[in-house]
T-cell receptor, first 115, second 115 residues
Framework: DAGVIQSPRHEVTEMGQEVTLRCKPISGHNSLFWYRQTMMRGLELLIYFNNNVPIDDSGMPEDRFSAKMPNASFSTLKIQPSEPRDSAVYFC?????????????FGPGTRLTVL | AQKVTQAQTEISVVEKEDVTLDCVYETRDTTYYLFWYKQPPSGELVFLIRRNSFDEQNEISGRYSWNFQKSTSSFNFTITASQVVDSAVYFCALSTEKGYSTLTFGKGTMLLVSP
């Protein structure tokens, strides 16, 4: 069975450029999460979708970050314009229904470097 | 507010030694779930176990075992007869109900198993 799929796995860009990260959740999962991992702050939740609807985006750092989920099998996280401090590993995770009992399964992550 | 503390930032052992990774959590909720994830050098986050707050039975899976003690708010993870392939960062996480599942991660413990 396919797990959570993320692309690209690595992204190197220059400050000011737009970056788009992509995620395909596990088929049948109704909840999708975007996380960011840095050495300083560890793993932080950025945004949570349930049935394609953003439920909690309180973790999104600022207006430069936006996320969409146009259908049940695809989500994007966009940074525009990117800054060096956005350099991190970005994980996408999905779970069956988003309830407390559900396990979140993570994708392999996208390592973003902004020069 | 929820909090997960993994006081051990890094542990080094020699192959075949037993090792215990500590996890202490804080929450005011009476219903919650605890998780352990493994992040090997390749970077992905791998789910290991989920335990709910009403089940204090210890869990054993092969060389892995988990000890959950509500009295001390701890959910420790022991690897018996460690192997080089166990080298990874291990994260403990707490999920409480906020209408949906939110995962609060500890900072992680890096385990290095040398031959």
């Amino acid at each position: 069975d396919a797990g959570v799929i993320q692309s690209p796995r690595h992204e190197v860009t220059e400050m000011g450029q737009e970056v788009t990260l992509r995620c395909k959740p596990i088929s049948g999962h109704n909840s999708l999460f975007w996380y960011r991992q840095t050495m300083m702050r560890g793993l932080e939740l950025l945004i949570y979708f349930n049935n394609n609807v953003p439920i909690d985006d309180s973790g999104m750092p600022e207006d430069r970050f936006s996320a969409k989920m146009p259908n049940a099998s695809f989500s994007t996280l966009k940074i525009q314009p990117s800054e060096p401090r956005d350099s991190a590993v970005y994980f996408c995770a999905s779970s069956l229904a988003g309830g407390q009992t559900d396990t979140q399964y993570f994708g392999p992550g996208t390592r973003l470097t902004v020069l | 507010a929820q909090k997960v503390t993994q006081a051990q930032t890094e542990i080094s052992v020699v192959e075949k030694e037993d090792v215990t990774l500590d996890c202490v959590y804080e929450t005011r909720d009476t219903t919650y779930y605890l998780f352990w994830y493994k992040q090997p050098p390749s970077g992905e986050l791998v789910f290991l176990i989920r335990r709910n707050s009403f089940d204090e039975q210890n869990e054993i899976s092969g060389r892995y075992s988990w000890n959950f003690q509500k009295s001390t708010s701890s959910f420790n993870f022991t690897i018996t007869a460690s192997q080089v392939v166990d080298s990874a960062v291990y994260f403990c996480a707490l999920s409480t109900e906020k209408g949906y599942s939110t995962l609060t991660f500890g900072k992680g413990t890096m385990l290095l198993v040398s031959p």
